[in-house]
């Protein structure tokens, strides 16, 4: 346990009975290790305000969970997804859900199991009460899991399948797999299983993954090697990390991180759910709203769209400059790039590797580490997170660096292009991410002094380096930024249901295949 952990101000203590979640052992950058721990220790805040709910069902997983729990209880399939859900479902939701519980059968024949598996009819909580100089202060420990529970007639077999969108390329973290493990060889009433198993399965298709497969004594044994320290970390978790998580995080009011920025957005949301929302959201919803709600579901998306040589290669420069940035030294970049300067994950074609090194040369020229002194001056990289009061919405910028500049903040975006001129139409118009920032720098939102702040567009190109400077203080500006904002954010603010708008840009959507109005989604 950690002395110094202290709740914020704004909460109390509701209950000595710690609960945890497996979920949390997972981590990663989409939780909030302080929320995670509050939530975990029983905290609350002490003034809450209900939220409107959506109209329309949010969780991803809901539809295919609930289908699963109408199968368990009569034994057949629901001949609708939306069957037993709460709220009605997007046309893509149901499209997905649909698409996961056939692959959910191919995974599962009711047939292949040995020995024959039932849904499991009660919750496995594992449960422990510590002695009395517990430094958590718990009267009990729970460990929960979600997912399906299965198991055998006699109850000597348990097995949790892990539902995902798609099965990543490494595993979960070892920690999780073993607090699971514990609740499925300690947890629930009746008699105690020999033998457990954990397996992930893809809505998206394909065989499922075994995450662990033995005795029970060997799940107790990995959870005391892997899973009690990494207990400890979850409830003594600090670090608050805002995001897109804010929108439903019940501390919200009471975070110390959370930066509030009333009237940033130039709109009002009086009744409206709380939402999160960035630029590309913004640039989704105007193309299609459908397809920028798929996209926070997180659908998978197609990867010949998705994962195109082009885009690929923005991606792989990107990350090639965020570490060279990175290092801490605050050297400038040279014109010597190695042969081998595909950062690790990316797949580039040789005519996109030489494009790619050719433009990173030229960058070079326009540096941004030039104008500072020490790593200190430089984020690559960040989460600009605010809450827009007035809108109520979660609003996340994530510039391509920030450094300063004699005291001053300036934000640099860089983009590439294969093409030796560019477009005739306004900047804030071509890359409203600067119209953002803008509002922003305008504002003072990210501290330091005025004199220098400004916002630069680095275009690399095949004959050269393009730097274009934005003046965030000129009215003018700041005026084109707040229509472009305010245009982005107005419509999507009060829309409920997220209609397809069927068109050419259909065939290059990532997300057609979830979509009935597209004739993509229909043919594929």
């Known amino acids: 346990m950690i002395d110094s952990w202290l709740p914020p101000d704004g909460v109390r203590r509701i ?16 939780r909030c290790p302080a929320a995670d721990a509050l939530k975990a220790r029983g905290y609350r805040p002490i003034r809450s305000v209900e939220q409107p709910p959506e109209l329309l069902e949010h969780f991803t997983f809901g539809p295919f969970m609930a289908a699963c729990d109408a199968r368990a209880c009569d034994g057949e399939w629901p001949f609708e997804t939306d069957a037993g859900t709460r709220r009605p479902l997007h046309d893509g939701l149901r499209q997905w859900s649909a698409h996961g519980l056939a692959s959910y059968r191919d995974a599962f024949p009711a047939d292949s199991a040995e020995p024959l598996l039932h849904e499991a009819e009660e919750p496995w909580i594992y449960r422990h009460r510590p002695g009395d100089d517990d430094p958590w202060q718990a009267r009990e420990y729970r ?57 992930e399965f893809a809505l998206l298709g394909g065989p499922p993954r075994t995450l662990f497969d033995g005795t029970s004594e060997e799940a107790r044994t990995l959870y005391r090697t892997k899973g009690r320290a990494a207990l400890a970390s979850v409830l003594d978790g600090q670090e608050y990390r805002p995001g897109s998580s804010c929108a439903e995080c019940p501390f919200l009011a009471v975070c110390p991180a959370l930066r509030r920025a009333p009237e940033l957005l130039g709109v009002e949301s009086a009744g409206r759910p709380r939402r999160s929302w960035s630029v590309t959201n913004g640039r989704n919803y105007r193309i299609c709203p459908a397809r920028d709600h798929m996209r926070r579901l997180h659908l998978p998306t197609a ?21 060279c940035h990175g290092a801490g030294a605050a050297r400038p970049c040279t014109v010597d790039i190695p042969e081998a300067w595909v950062p690790p994950g990316y797949d580039l074609p040789a005519d996109e590797r030489a494009l790619g090194a050719r433009l990173l040369r030229h960058h070079a020229a326009v540096c941004p580490l030039r104008l500072t002194r020490d790593g200190a001056d430089v984020r690559t990289e960040p989460r600009v997170v ?95 930024a707040e229509r472009i904002v305010q245009d982005l954010v107005d419509g999507w603010l009060q829309d409920d249901r997220y209609p397809a708008r069927p068109g050419r840009a259909c065939g290059s959507c990532e997300m057609a295949h979830w979509c009935s109005k597209s004739a993509i989604g229909q043919t594929a």
């Open 303 to 323: 990867d010949a769209v998705e994962h195109g040589p082009t885009a690929e290669r923005g991606r792989a420069l990107h990350a090639y400059l965020a570490r």
């Open 143 to 199: 460990l929960t899991v979600w997912g399906r529970r299965l198991r055998s007639a006699d109850g000597k077999v348990r097995e949790l399948r892990l539902p995902v969108n798609k099965l990543r390329k490494e595993n979960p973290p070892e920690s999780f797999v073993a607090a699971a493990a514990l609740v499925l060889a300690e947890g629930g009433t009746g008699p105690l299983p020999e033998r457990v198993r954990i397996v």
């Open 15 to 30: 209950s000595d009975v710690i609960t945890v979640s497996v979920g949390m052992f997972k981590g990663g950058d989409f």
């Open 386 to 480: 605010r809450h827009d009061t007035k809108a109520d919405v979660i609003v996340i910028a994530a510039p391509d660096l920030l450094y300063r500049d004699a005291g001053s903040w300036v934000w640099r975006e860089t983009k590439t292009s294969s093409y030796r001129s560019g477009s005739n139409r306004p900047l804030l118009e071509r890359y409203p991410q600067l119209a953002l920032a803008t509002l922003l720098l305008a504002r003072g939102d990210l501290g330091g002094s005025s004199d220098r702040a400004r916002i630069e567009l680095e275009v690399l190109r095949p004959g050269g380096a393009d730097l274009e400077v934005i003046d965030p203080f000129a009215a003018a500006t700041r005026a084109t």
